[in-house]
């Protein structure tokens, strides 16, 4: 007997499988052993017809025996456009078994989310975000498996699941060490590209062993499964030839064994010369001359078949290919006699179950489709769109078969493909939307319809593709045919992905052209204030002159609607940049609420200005010494953001700003945590993009207060916080945070050069606040060894500076400095007049840091132990072994 060969009755594809059924099983083992352990994950990568789905249903088989629960799925080449395809089928027995009830109840706070991509919810009107609905199935399925244990998650054919799938895949599969089930995956090498190739090859990655290449038969078990299918009279040459042949496949070993039983061809040397012509014809073309030897019915059943890809039934087939059920009856089966379509196996649930039949391979399914005369192809998926539609499933489900007809002109189809684009989007598939509604510009629609659609793609396309957003909304702008308010919208939303793009210059002139085609009104001034709002962003168009005229419009405002609103935060926000009286920027930012509210219209959610605004008006709070305010504000957001499911780069920012005010207040552990879980989710989005530097900026500053200056810097190295710095504002200021970690690793000359830059941008944009951008204070502390004149001219600009912007962290910081500079009684002195000053402030940790400065100066200890447990308080570690070291040296101490 053949090493490797299984029982007689087995499938061929079992041949030689021995050793990934034994690590399927050790798998297994592993799974069913204990709830609490590791779940597991196996791929299985091979060419088609090696045997990967015989393998996954004989593991199936195995972990049904073990007691196992197992769900299971299968990409298909004819659906890899609809979104969450494969992950609907691989949980249609946990959600078919669930009441609506059941099902909220168990998927809980992500039943919202997760449910309409799964198709068990309705979604919400807004857009949904992709990464939060990915999230959102994470969750779920976690949920759902710890319900099922043992569970075992199949998905076969994955290299053609749809994106949305595989990028679930890939982020529940990073996620197995604390969820007991087993993941099992096969797929083909080189079938997938772009995101689809990212997604599978982090799958395979996180299976922490190498991937399992299947091999084709050896020449030993090709014969042994020759003579077990022909008899033991089949001789070596007969048999090497076979092998020879089929070059060892399985499935072709099958499929050509079976047309020598057909063919009563004796398994002898002399008949191996007829073996290829054999092999040729259950092949590709083979097959197709097989299916038109069963009539020209038979064919059109199959070419059916081919094009409804699942959830064939006979009733489907017969009306797509409009013939009569008993001829279609007929039909099917002499396509099963032909081995061309089977009855779905039940064991292999997945995408069959709603259906009578399947294509016995997806070779066979390949073969038929692509024997489709193009005319017939395009006119039958024209019409299997019809049916669906007219069967009440959605334009979501036709859009697969509208994606493959002939660009026509056609009206109603422009219409089908962009309802289908806005069902795609409430789902979290901003991609499957964007395929549509380019694939309706190839319509092309009617002059008039054009630029809409163009407006569509451009806000489907802005966070995932700001730069194709670019493209299409400047072509919609340049069409006739968008009303004033849509005409406005997409004015803005191409700032924003210029923006987005990194183009801000062309954000900023875009919307000032805009502005001057219209006379002074609400539209103008909308207008006018993201033309500001994109200024302030872009720092390098901060200018005098321009805080100037900002200021002029900003006092005809007194608030009566949005566009007032958004003028007075961003003129508070650069009053408060400029260290102008934070009396006034407080007033500025109060005005600008409703009740101390947002206004309706101006919320985190609202798309008509976005988020920038609102963190602008949180920012000017949180160093206006407002940070209750500041606190209040981001809060929101997070809490807004994770209820709407937005959980990208808005969540990110969200994260990254709560931390900045948590910063304020001297809250470090809490910063600490914000600011990683925002560096985790701009990592989602992209590196080098704003929200990225924000966050890793953020946590450097907050690290450097907690006085590890060590994993600052690791920080730092890890996420490329070093220069060339963004075009953008960054909050807190990111040359003085880079300046002050070169400082404390004791790169002084680098440290001075980075705070020396931005004391050039400061003195270019008109002046700085020393709270908002300290690079004053920090460089005069740096220079006061070697150049002790020019320290205490910048320590002094800096508390000037400070008693304009009037706030009580301003002055005592300044006077901190001062006395950093100053030895004896004239340091103990100032210290003292900055622990008055920061004990009224809300920034907790400047006051503990003030307290142990003090006590030192003083040589108090009562003050060093109050600032010592404040120190505690904060998180402040550095700040901590500091004092304690002051306490126990104990010199001079009184």
Not at 393 to 399: E, I, K, L, N, V
Request: proline share 5%; charged share 25%; hydrophobic share 45%.
């Amino acid at each position: 007997m053949t090493e490797g060969r299984p029982p007689a009755a087995a499938s061929a594809s079992l041949w030689e499988r021995d050793a990934e059924l034994a690590t399927a099983t050790r798998a297994l083992d592993l799974l069913c052993a204990d709830q609490s352990s590791a779940g597991g994950l196996l791929v299985f990568r091979g060419e088609a017809g090696i045997g990967k789905t015989a393998l996954l249903a004989e593991i199936r088989r195995i972990a049904e025996r073990r007691g196992c629960t197992v769900w299971s799925a299968r990409g298909a080449e004819t659906l890899r456009s609809v979104p969450f395809n494969v992950v609907r089928q691989l949980l249609q027995p946990a959600l078919l078994s669930l009441l609506p009830e059941e099902a909220r109840e168990y998927l809980g706070d992500w039943y919202d989310i997760a449910g309409p991509a799964l198709g068990i919810a309705h979604p919400q009107e807004a857009s949904a975000d992709p990464q939060y609905v990915c999230d959102g199935l994470v969750a779920a399925v976690r949920r759902l498996a710890r319900r099922a244990w043992p569970l075992v998650l199949m998905i076969d054919d994955a290299h053609w699941a749809d994106q949305e799938t595989l990028r679930w895949l890939a982020a529940f599969t990073a996620r197995l060490d604390d969820l007991s089930v087993l993941v099992v995956v096969a797929r083909r090498p080189g079938e997938a590209g772009g995101d689809s190739a990212r997604h599978l090859d982090a799958v395979a990655a996180a299976a922490g062993r190498p991937v399992g290449n299947l091999k084709a038969l050896t020449p030993d078990a090709a014969a042994g499964l020759t003579r077990a299918a022909l008899g033991r009279h089949a001789d070596d040459a007969f048999c090497r030839e076979v092998w020879a042949v089929t070059a060892g496949n399985p499935y072709e070993t099958t499929e050509l064994l079976a047309k020598v039983r057909d063919s009563e061809l004796h398994p002898v040397e002399a008949s191996a010369g007829e073996l290829r012509a054999l092999n040729r014809a259950a092949r590709g073309g083979g097959i197709v001359d097989r299916i038109k030897q069963l009539g020209l019915e038979a064919t059109q059943f199959a070419w059916a078949a081919a094009i409804l890809g699942t959830g064939i039934t006979v009733d489907m087939v017969a009306r797509l290919a409009a013939m009569d059920e008993p001829v279609a009856r007929h039909c099917a089966d002499l396509l099963r006699t032909a081995r061309i379509l089977t009855a779905p196996d039940p064991a292999a649930g997945g995408e069959h179950q709603d259906g009578e039949l399947e294509f016995v391979h997806p070779l066979i399914a390949s073969a038929v489709y692509d024997s489709i005369p193009s005319g017939v192809c395009t006119a039958m998926h024209g019409v299997a769109a019809q049916l669906i539609t007219e069967l009440g499933r959605g334009a979501a489900q036709a859009a697969r078969h509208l994606l493959k007809v002939h660009p026509d002109g056609d009206e109603e189809l422009v219409e089908q493909l962009r309802e289908a684009a806005r069902e795609h989007l409430a789902v979290g598939a901003p991609d499957a939307a964007r395929t549509c509604l380019e694939r309706a510009l190839r319509e092309p629609p009617l002059p008039e319809v054009q630029p809409h659609v163009l407006y569509e793609l451009g806000c489907a396309t802005l966070l995932t593709a700001p730069a194709v957003t670019v493209e299409h909304l400047r072509h919609a702008l340049g069409m006739p045919g968008l009303d004033p308010e849509r005409r406005v919208d997409a004015v803005v939303r191409l700032s924003q992905a210029l923006l987005h793009n990194d183009q801000l210059e062309d954000a900023v002139r875009t919307v000032e052209a805009e502005a001057a085609r219209h006379r002074p009104g609400p539209v103008r001034m909308r207008l006018q204030a993201v033309q500001f709002m994109w200024e302030a962003i872009h720092g390098e168009t901060v200018s005098p002159a321009r805080s100037r005229r900002l200021a002029e419009l900003a006092s005809t405002c007194t608030g009566r609607d949005n566009s007032e609103r958004a003028l007075l935060i961003l003129r508070g926000f650069d009053a408060m940049a400029h260290g102008e009286s934070a009396e006034e920027v407080l007033d500025l930012c109060d005005r600008a609420l409703v009740n101390g509210r947002l206004a309706p219209g101006l919320g985190w959610t609202d798309p008509e200005w976005g988020i920038e605004l609102l963190m602008m008006l949180g920012s000017a709070y949180a160093y206006a010494d407002r940070l209750d305010r500041a606190e209040s504000l981001f809060a929101e957001a997070l809490r807004v953001y994770t209820t709407a499911g937005w959980r990208g780069g808005h969540l990110s920012l969200a994260n990254a700003f709560l931390g900045l005010a948590y910063r304020r207040q001297g809250r470090l552990r809490d910063a600490e945590s914000a600011l990683r879980e925002a560096l985790v989710l701009a990592e989602r989005v992209g590196r080098r993009l704003p929200l990225y530097w924000s966050a890793t900026c953020g946590l450097v500053d907050t690290l450097l207060a907690r006085g590890r200056t060590e994993e600052a810097w690791s920080i730092a190295e890890q996420y490329g916080f070093a220069p060339p710095y963004p075009s953008t504002i960054v909050l807190p200021d990111i040359r003085c945070v880079r300046g002050r970690l070169l400082l404390a690793v004791g790169r002084t000359e680098d440290g001075i050069h980075e705070l020396e830059a931005a004391e050039k941008t400061a003195a270019s944009r008109g002046g700085h606040n020393p709270v908002l951008s300290p690079w004053s204070i920090d460089l005069a502390k740096a220079l006061a060894g070697q150049h002790p004149e020019r320290a205490a001219h910048l320590a002094a600009e800096a508390r000037r500076q400070a008693e304009r912007f009037g706030t009580d962290t301003a002055i005592g910081e300044a006077l901190r400095c001062a006395a950093a500079l100053e030895t004896g009684r004239r340091a103990a002195q100032l210290a003292a007049r900055a622990v008055a000053y920061l004990e009224s402030s809300p920034c907790q940790y400047e006051h503990a840091a003030a307290r142990v400065e003090y006590g030192i100066a003083a040589r108090s200890v009562t003050e060093l132990t109050r600032g010592l447990d404040l120190a505690r308080a904060c998180g402040a570690e550095g700040l901590v072994a500091r004092a304690s070291q002051a306490l126990e040296t104990g010199l001079g101490l009184r």
